[in-house]
């Protein structure tokens, strides 16, 4: 297998009622338990598979580049 090419963050953006329950599993894999929850995981074919799983529940970024952006932003 290859190495992870970084770190992906998902945010759980929608509440998942209503919603088939094999997306409601999905989102509790992914380790999100409450709304607007962020959590970081490593840029895999398998996290992909999953954030693909459930796209319009979750928002997803690289959290590296958000990282340094946040160090670079200003002085707050």
């Given at each position: ?40 995981h ?6 992909r ?6 796209a ?6 690289d ?8 160090r670079?932003?200003?002085s707050?």
């Amino acid at each position: 297998m290859s190495e992870p090419s970084g770190r992906l963050r998902v945010t759980w953006t929608k509440s998942a009622i209503g919603y088939a329950e094999n997306q409601k599993r999905t989102i509790a894999a992914l380790g999100l338990r409450r709304l607007h929850q962020s959590v970081e995981h490593d840029d895999t074919a398998a996290i992909r598979g999953m954030v693909m799983t459930v796209a319009h529940l979750v928002h997803a970024e690289d959290a590296t580049a958000s990282r340094d952006r946040n160090r670079s932003g200003g002085s707050r």
